[in-house]
């Protein structure tokens, strides 16, 4: 299985450590944000990576290189100097990624998630995604969408939030033009036709958006 390591944001809320340099290349103790993502992914047995680019590309390449030396073949694609948002850079990543389904991962967040759990996960034939949730951060305290009891991800009030981390059939973009396009719409109509399947996750999670969050993290790994 393929994956997409999502790292063409710009990260306004971590200046001036993004000034000049990506926010998925900062680092967090010894390696870059993310370097521990592809590490997990690999031990996974996930070899395959995609990593989508815009702001400041050309040093995604010089850093990671091709993947051998994380045990990978890492490819990459591009978006110009403002990117395609997060559905839209999936969607132009669409012909490297293949006919089956994919692991999306953003580059931006840290976390234990078991990624074992999901190399071996196939989607229910009526589902075009599988989504993992986490319990709400103190910066997300109204979550992004509901998880039922039956682990179909619905219009209901209880909602939980994102991780960051899905799989999707890439029918699930293709009635969508390579344009500038966020994730939600697209999962907003996926939910109203029953096709997205999630679970929640409650282990070690962290949305590194700012640089508090980010040396926390830096502590964390060095403690």
């Known amino acids: 299985m393929k994956v997409i390591i999502l790292s063409a944001g710009r990260g306004d809320r971590l ?22 993502t592809i590490h997990s992914l690999v031990k996974a047995g996930f070899t ?20 051998e030396a994380y045990g990978a073949t890492i490819s990459y694609t ?42 071996s996960f196939t989607l229910a034939p009526s589902k075009l995604g599988h989504l ?5 951060p103190e910066h997300n305290p109204n979550g992004d969408f509901s998880l039922s009891s039956s682990s179909v991800v619905d219009g209901g009030e209880n909602k939980v939030t994102y991780s960051g981390i899905a ?13 500038k396009m966020a994730l939600k719409p697209v999962l907003l109509a996926a939910i109203t036709k029953q096709q997205l399947s999630g679970q929640l996750y409650q282990g070690q999670w962290s949305d590194i958006g700012t640089a508090e969050r980010l040396e926390q993290l830096a502590q964390h790994i060095t403690n």
């Open 15 to 36: 200046r001036p450590l993004t000034d000049h340099t990506p926010k998925p290349l900062l680092k967090a103790g010894e390696k870059r944000l993310i370097e521990y």
């Open 48 to 67: 395959d990576i995609v990593i989508n680019t815009a702001y400041l590309s050309e040093q995604f390449p010089v850093a990671l290189g091709n993947g």
């Open 78 to 119: 591009t978006e110009g100097i403002n990117g395609l948002e997060t559905a839209g850079g999936i969607i132009n990543a669409l012909p490297l990624l293949g006919d089956e389904p994919f692991l999306v991962v953003n580059g931006d967040i840290w976390t234990d998630f078991p990624f074992e759990q999901l190399h």
């Open 132 to 136: 993992v949730f986490v319990n709400n």
């Open 167 to 179: 799989l999707f059939h890439p029918d699930l973009f293709k009635s969508y033009d390579v344009q």
